[in-house]
């Protein structure tokens, strides 16, 4: 969406399974301005995996939202993620774009699985500069019942989308806008929510590989109120503490080794397909999970690389204000995505 002539300010509205979160960014002066975060819980239940099981609860929280953080412009940048949606690089015979849209489909045939008739389609050429007979493209898939379920939430919600976004670009996004020198090598992004752990792949700044692990924060506390006895209120609070504690830390090994062996596999399928691509040089960690104690470690010593967590606001302008009523540590690393859907406009 281009900047001048249209709205200044981008609403990005990230309809996570424990958290809703919402996000305005400014883009008036030039330099995008955070302007506005606001954060509500979710029924428990009422989302799983990313399913909406009950749009009545899920569109009243998101109204409850927008009320309680004053904001009243409807359009929002949303984004779909998930099984349902695949993100892959593929080769195809060099042509102009135009030729490409129609011909896209029957392409995307040889690597999607899923029914064409009810799939959502869009691509991008990667190298439309270079010679060859070859080009790479990005090629994007979601299911049409995933985009339409989305759209009907956002109408139950009073909302509309302008931008329907994909949950691995709106993380890439992000971290494009905060970590610009990073952008060139190859890079992890693990993005880890109460349901889901999201892994993306990135090579020159170009999102090649998503996969999704049923593993986040509620597995824990599960783990942790199960076999300690915790109630969910205390296991919440060993996992957002500042330290490390004995408790937590046989739970953090064997989650952390299965997050570790998701983004193994991840990497071990991008070797098979290029063997001589770059290695993995860096993960950068976001989300709620990404505050468990010792989880980064964990992932570094098994993974052999470098682990941290990303800060989604590094490079961004925010306004005064912005963070008075929340608790910045806490809510910061939840801001990726979201952040990432607002910095769409720009």
């Known amino acids: 969406m281009a900047l001048f002539g249209r709205k200044k300010r981008t609403v990005g509205l990230d309809v996570g399974s424990g958290l809703i979160k919402l996000?305005?960014?400014?883009?008036?002066?030039?330099?995008?301005?955070?302007?506005?975060?606001?954060?509500?819980?979710?029924?428990?239940?009422?989302?799983?995996?990313?399913?909406?099981?009950?749009?009545?609860?899920?569109?009243?929280?998101?109204?409850?939202?927008?009320?309680?953080?004053g904001v009243k412009q409807k359009g929002v940048v949303t984004a779909v993620g998930g099984r349902d949606v695949i993100v892959k690089k593929i080769q195809m015979d060099r042509m102009k774009e135009s030729d490409a849209r129609d011909v896209i489909r029957w392409e995307a045939e040889q690597h999607v699985p899923f029914d064409m008739e009810n799939v959502a389609l869009d691509f991008q050429i990667l190298d439309p500069d270079t010679e060859g007979l070859q080009m790479n493209v990005l090629l994007v898939a979601a299911k049409r019942e995933l985009v339409e379920n989305k759209l009907s939430l956002l109408t139950d919600a009073g909302l509309a989308a302008e931008i329907i976004d994909v949950d691995a670009f709106a993380l890439?996004?992000?971290?494009?806008?905060?970590?610009?020198?990073?952008?060139?090598?190859?890079?992890?992004?693990?993005?880890?929510?109460?349901?889901?752990?999201?892994?993306?792949?990135?090579?020159?700044?170009?999102?090649?590989?998503?996969?999704?692990?049923?593993?986040?924060?509620?597995?824990?506390?599960?783990?942790?109120?199960?076999?300690?006895?915790l109630s969910a209120e205390d296991a919440e609070k060993l996992l957002q503490a500042p330290e490390r504690s004995p408790a937590l830390d046989p739970y953090?090994?064997?989650?952390?080794?299965?997050?570790?062996?998701?983004?193994?596999?991840?990497?071990?399928?991008?070797?098979?397909?290029?063997?001589?691509?770059?290695?993995?040089?860096?993960?950068?960690?976001?989300?709620?999970?990404?505050?468990?104690?010792?989880?980064?470690?964990?992932?570094?010593?098994?993974?052999?690389?470098?682990?941290?967590?990303?800060?989604?606001?590094?490079?961004?302008?925010?306004?005064?204000?912005?963070?008075?009523?929340?608790?910045?540590?806490?809510?910061?690393?939840?801001?990726?995505?979201?952040i990432g859907l607002a910095l769409r406009a720009a």
């Open 252 to 338: 953090v090994d064997s989650r952390g080794e299965e997050m570790a062996v998701g983004i193994e596999r991840a990497a071990a399928f991008l070797q098979t397909a290029s063997p001589s691509g770059p290695a993995m040089a860096k993960i950068y960690m976001s989300g709620g999970g990404s505050r468990i104690p010792g989880l980064g470690e964990v992932l570094a010593d098994r993974l052999r690389i470098p682990v941290e967590r990303a800060n989604p606001i590094k490079n961004l302008k925010v306004r005064d204000g912005v963070f008075d009523t929340l608790a910045m540590d806490e809510v910061v690393p939840l801001l990726m995505l979201p």
């Open 23 to 69: 996000v305005v960014v400014d883009h008036s002066t030039g330099e995008p301005e955070l302007a506005k975060v606001a954060i509500t819980p979710v029924l428990a239940d009422a989302i799983v995996e990313g399913e909406v099981m009950d749009p009545g609860i899920v569109a009243d929280a998101i109204r409850g939202l927008f009320a309680t953080g």
């Open 172 to 229: 890439h996004n992000a971290f494009e806008a905060n970590y610009p020198d990073e952008i060139s090598q190859m890079v992890g992004l693990l993005n880890i929510g109460h349901e889901v752990t999201n892994i993306g792949i990135l090579e020159a700044g170009v999102p090649i590989l998503t996969r999704d692990l049923a593993i986040g924060t509620r597995r824990f506390r599960e783990d942790l109120q199960r076999e300690r006895g």
